[in-house]
């Protein structure tokens, strides 16, 4: 079922931040009837997760955790030598409390094609982590000072102003860990730690699927 769809998103990746890596995305909220049959056999695959459903709510601290909608990513390297401007290619946390999300592989990922790096024990909230998110505050007020969205620049500063600078991850002590997996793996981590794509190191393509839990 989700084969020829994702080939077909394969075709049509672009290169929208300009860094090399191009990417097509498919989300189940755009409700799109060409792909109804797929987001349904993984909305009932995830549901079913006991597992899953048990990991989240305990994070979570909630006994009814809530599914966040599909969306399904194909990456392509395009070109090794332009800068990376984007933001999933440095380590960042997405929230900075607890949250689950979860990745389906839908072919098999390595290090040679951006398998995802984690950080283990970077969801502890620490005196560094409060000194991080300090920092990331400063970041914003002067981009909001400076009359700037940060989403739309097209510098470090700008665009990576939730991530860690190559400085900070010194400071910090960031070392991740590659998370390979075969076809049909399923990735659960907790996104208030650190974490990112790794990077490609041949013409392999990235493709998975993503959800999560939320209160």
């Not at 909220?29 to 597992?51: G, K, S």
């Not at 909630?62 to 194909?74: A, D, W």
């Not at 399923?186 to 490609?200: A, K, Q, T």
């Amino acid at each position: 079922v989700w084969r020829p769809i994702v080939a077909a998103g394969l075709e049509h990746v672009r290169d929208e931040n300009d860094a090399g890596v191009a990417y097509s995305a498919i989300r189940q909220n755009d409700r799109d009837p060409r792909h109804a049959t797929l987001f349904a056999l993984l909305d009932r695959h995830i549901r079913e997760n006991q597992m899953l459903r048990d990991i989240s709510g305990i994070v979570l601290r909630t006994r009814t955790p809530q599914l966040y909608p599909f969306e399904i990513f194909m990456h392509r390297a395009i070109s090794r030598e332009k800068p990376d401007l984007d933001s999933n290619a440095y380590y960042h946390p997405d929230v900075p409390f607890p949250g689950i999300k979860a990745f389906l592989y839908f072919n098999d990922i390595d290090s040679g094609n951006a398998a995802f790096r984690y950080v283990p024990g970077s969801h502890r909230l620490t005196f560094a982590r409060l000194r991080f998110e300090y920092l990331k505050s400063i970041r914003v007020a002067r981009d909001k000072k400076n009359r700037k969205d940060p989403r739309l620049s097209s510098t470090f500063e700008g665009r990576q102003w939730h991530c860690l600078s190559r400085g900070e991850e010194i400071e910090f002590q960031v070392y991740g860990v590659s998370q390979s997996g075969k076809a049909c793996s399923l990735l659960i981590f907790n996104v208030m730690g650190f974490h990112r794509r790794g990077d490609f190191s041949g013409d392999r393509p990235r493709e998975l699927a993503a959800t999560g839990y939320r209160r």
